[in-house]
């Protein structure tokens, strides 16, 4: 009787079925090991606020907010909100403010330490909105801005934001969300680990194809360009314009040698 040991072959379907499940254990545990920790808080949820309201500063599109709501203040003296944080382990975690950086001053201490300052200088650009109801440009804005890095233990902490700026200690909060990603930056509403909504395409049958084919098409409006005379020589233009004493609109792009445009 003899007896295969280790060195005996194996069937080929066999070594790739065992190769492809380490593989998914692998990609699997990496991703689990990739994922991070986070604590994502609205401002509405404050456990302690002490803000001055104002019709005006407050009249704002809701729907730009998370949860729809906020904290703002508006008042003679600095306002302030209070909240209590409960941290999954102890990391050093990134401090990500949603919050009003146009002419704002805000700080912000952790469990009654000591009160630094927001550098709104800092605030991402393209994650920074007016959020005005009547969409005018005056102090009402909303934006992410990175706060800070702190060490923190597992548990419960205390974090203070402060409403100090010089036009009557005005701020608006929004959210703010602690995370042990280093690399996580915000976009809108969106918490770390999720995606933007993809949204689903069309079904085209038989009932609605002529239906798409006249919202495709352009419309005679949509082609009104097609009528305007335009010059292919600016010698040309200019002269015209001279002689009927109106404007030049010169249309120019940075061309592709092969019309690759």
């Known amino acids: 009787m003899t007896s295969k040991g280790f060195d005996s072959p194996v069937h080929p379907v066999i070594r790739f079925s065992l190769f492809f499940s380490a593989f998914l254990f692998l990609l699997t545990g990496n ?32 729907g ?20 209590r944080v409960n941290l999954p382990k102890t990391d050093t975690y990134t401090f990500w403010l ?11 201490r952790f469990d009654s330490g000591q009160w630094f300052n927001v550098n709104f200088q800092r605030a991402l650009r393209e994650e920074t909105i007016n959020v005005a109801e009547d969409n005018a440009p005056d102090l009402r804005f909303i934006g ?13 902490h205390e974090i203070e934001v402060r409403f100090n700026s010089n036009n009557n200690n005005h ?65 040309e233009a200019a002269a015209e314009a001279k002689r009927l004493q109106r404007p030049i609109l010169l249309w120019a792009m ?5 019309g690759e445009t």
């Not at 992410?144 to 419960?156: I, P, S």
């Open 254 to 258: 940075n061309g592709h040698p092969c």
């Open 64 to 83: 730009d907010f998370s949860g729809e709501n906020l904290v703002a203040h508006w008042g003679n003296t600095p306002g302030i909100a209070k909240f």
């Open 171 to 235: 701020g608006i909060l929004d959210c703010f969300c602690l995370t042990t990603d280093n690399n996580w930056k915000p976009r809108r509403l969106l918490k770390p680990g999720e995606a933007a909504p993809h949204w689903p395409a069309p079904e085209i049958t038989e009932a609605n194809l002529d239906e798409w084919m006249t919202f495709l098409r352009p419309s005679d409006e949509e082609l009104g360009w097609r009528k305007v005379r335009w010059h292919h020589d600016l010698s």
């Open 98 to 108: 949603r919050a009003n950086p146009v002419k704002s001053s805000l700080n912000v």
């Open 31 to 62: 991703r689990a090991a990739a994922q991070k920790d986070f604590v994502w808080v609205e401002a509405e949820n404050a456990v302690e606020k002490k803000v001055n309201r104002n019709g005006w500063y407050e009249g704002l599109k809701r």
């Open 144 to 156: 992410w801005v990175r706060a800070g890095v702190q060490k923190f233990d597992v548990g419960e």
